[in-house]
């Protein structure tokens, strides 16, 4: 029987996603699988379960996971090493500059001084760091479970 490809590696970038297990979060893997017929790659996503006790990882981190030299539990194989970005901060590794979006921050700039910046334009220098909406609008924080039923009065807000 073969093993997922992410089973095997000892070092993984993936993406948090919503998790119910404790003092674990869930990670998408992104790998590409060759497609023998058509000889073209095709996106495939691995979901792995990394011990993450702090709970420090929010859902639409990207983080870095290694491999536990032995199995925690069943699912439990990795463990969270590093938040390399987190959600809505991604930084260029070779430059150092933040990115918005596939522009860089200074190149926004430069065009919005060339051609007027708008009084509604959003200025990244101003904007607050990632956490200062929580329990208003971001609620990654929050403990999430499965829903089960879909009622008429649906007073699970934090269901997955």
Not at 21 to 49: G, P, Q, W
Not at 81 to 86: A, H, N, V
Not at 114 to 120: D, F, I, M, Q, R
Request: with cysteine; net charge positive.
């Amino acid at each position: 029987m073969a093993l997922p490809a992410a089973s095997r590696s000892l070092l993984l970038l993936g993406e948090c996603v919503p998790c119910v297990k404790h003092n674990a979060s869930k990670f998408k893997i992104k790998r590409l699988e060759l497609d023998t017929n058509l000889l073209m790659y095709f996106r495939k996503d691995d979901f792995v379960y990394a011990h993450d006790p702090e709970k420090k990882c929010k859902t639409g981190d990207i983080v870095l996971i290694e491999q536990l030299p032995q199995k925690m539990t069943r699912l439990i194989t990795h463990q969270v090493k590093d938040i390399i970005y987190p959600l809505g901060d991604i930084t260029d590794p070779i430059t150092g500059k933040k990115v918005v979006a596939g522009k860089f921050r200074d190149h926004i700039e430069e065009v919005n001084q060339v051609y007027g910046k708008l009084p509604t334009a959003f200025d990244y220098g101003k904007a607050p760091e990632r956490g200062w909406l929580e329990d208003k609008k971001d609620f990654t924080h929050v403990e999430t479970y499965i829903k089960y039923h879909k009622f008429k009065n649906d007073d699970q807000p934090y269901a997955v």
